[in-house]
């Protein structure tokens, strides 16, 4: 048997098309604004990130808890991304943006493995190879 993932609701997709919106609007902001705004736009896009990344930690923590029995690095995967942000959101805007960033990077790579390891995960289903 091998996993095969529904598709998302129209709705999810939407709104996470919509949570990119202070990403898109947010970096060139940090950028393009007036010199005494600059960090003001940066640690703003920055404490915006570590939010995402927190949330991105409480859907791999959520997952863990559905399952009976769950391998303790599932719950590691929940708790490292709060962490993380929780570092990052005081951190000078250069370290602020690439911690959420590289921890984006990682839950990827977690969640990648663990779908190439056919890992049983609500959201799923089983269909017959």
Do not use: N, Q
């Amino acid at each position: 048997m091998r996993l095969a993932p529904r598709s998302p609701s129209p709705v999810a997709v939407g709104l996470g098309r919509l949570a990119l919106l202070p990403f898109a609007a947010g970096a060139p902001a940090a950028w393009t604004v007036d010199e005494a705004r600059r960090p003001l736009a940066a640690e703003t896009l920055s404490a915006y990130a570590a939010t995402v990344v927190s949330f991105i930690g409480a859907i791999h923590r959520g997952l863990a808890f559905r399952i009976e029995r769950a391998r303790p690095g599932l719950f590691v995967w929940g708790v490292a991304p709060a962490l993380v942000a929780g570092i990052a959101v005081p951190a000078p805007p250069r370290h602020g943006l690439a911690l959420p960033a590289a921890m984006l990077a990682a839950c990827y790579g977690a969640a990648a493995s663990s779908t190439r390891a056919k890992a049983s995960i609500d959201g799923c289903r089983c269909v017959s190879a």
